[in-house]
T-cell receptor, first 113, second 115 residues
Framework: DADVTQTPRNRITKTGKRIMLECSQT?????MYWYRQDPGLGLRLIYY???????NKGEISDGYSVSRQAQAKFSLSLESAIPNQTALYFC????????????FGEGSRLTVL | AQSVAQPEDQVNVAEGNPLTVKCTYS??????LFWYVQYPNRGLQFLLK??????LVKGSYGFEAEFNKSQTSFHLKKPSALVSDSALYFC?????????????FGAGTRLAVHP
């Protein structure tokens, strides 16, 4: 089983719908991240969390919200999806010790029509 | 602000030839640098990192990277490319601004290895 699991892997939705992407990890890491990947732009940080009570905005947080339900779970929500939120979304984790290397999930591909 | 640049959108190389994927960085302080690879429909996989010490860092799948402080570069290399190395490669730098550890990624370079 994967250490970092994302659901759903693929989702097609319509403009204005609420969408939740979920991430769970079995690595025992405290730190979790949501990134968005767009062609030619690389990965951009949406939100990150260093523990259950610590949530921080990243580079492109507008239009998104997150919830850290437990140490192992970190979900990303789009309250009212719009077409330019069509992208590949990645969850990642890292431990408190160490040098910052991230461990990624397989990604959630979201299409907003 | 910390940043990395990958000047090439795509690199083409023949199988068996050496390959180089370029990355330059801009940081305040000592850089922590990373390379990741992404195969189609997969997440990013860690290849290698530079923290301190030897400027030549060896990683997974026969890849290595050379840290050059004077040129602010961290180029990814492999002596003999394989068709299976074809993938999207990302360079990243650690950002600890505000007391939080994050990775800042480059735009990515697509490597195409031709038989």
């Amino acid at each position: 089983d994967a250490d970092v699991t994302q659901t759903p892997r693929n989702r097609i939705t319509k403009t204005g719908k609420r969408i939740m992407l979920e991430c769970s990890q079995t690595k025992g890491h405290d730190r979790m991240y949501w990134y968005r990947q767009d062609p030619g732009l690389g990965l951009r940080l949406i939100y990150y969390s260093f523990d259950v009570k610590d949530i921080n905005k990243g580079e492109i947080s507008d239009g998104y919200s997150v919830s850290r339900q437990a140490q192992a779970k970190f979900s990303l929500s789009l309250e009212s999806a719009i077409p330019n939120q069509t992208a590949l979304y990645f969850c990642a984790t890292t431990g408190t010790s160490g040098t910052g290397e991230l461990f990624f999930g397989e990604g959630s591909r979201l299409t907003v029509l | 602000a910390q940043s990395v640049a990958q000047p090439e959108d795509q690199v083409n190389v023949a199988e068996g030839n050496p390959l180089t994927v370029k990355c330059t960085y801009s940081v305040s302080g000592n850089p922590y640098l990373f390379w990741y690879v992404q195969y189609p429909n997969r997440g990013l996989q860690f290849l290698l990192k530079y923290i301190t010490g030897d400027n030549l860092v060896k990683g997974s799948y026969g890849f290595e990277a050379e840290f050059n402080k004077s040129q602010t570069s961290f180029h990814l290399k492999k002596p003999s490319a394989l068709v299976s190395d074809s993938a999207l490669y990302f360079c990243a730098v650690r950002d600890i601004s505000g007391g939080y550890n994050k990775l800042i990624f480059g735009a990515g370079t697509r490597l195409a290895v031709h038989p």
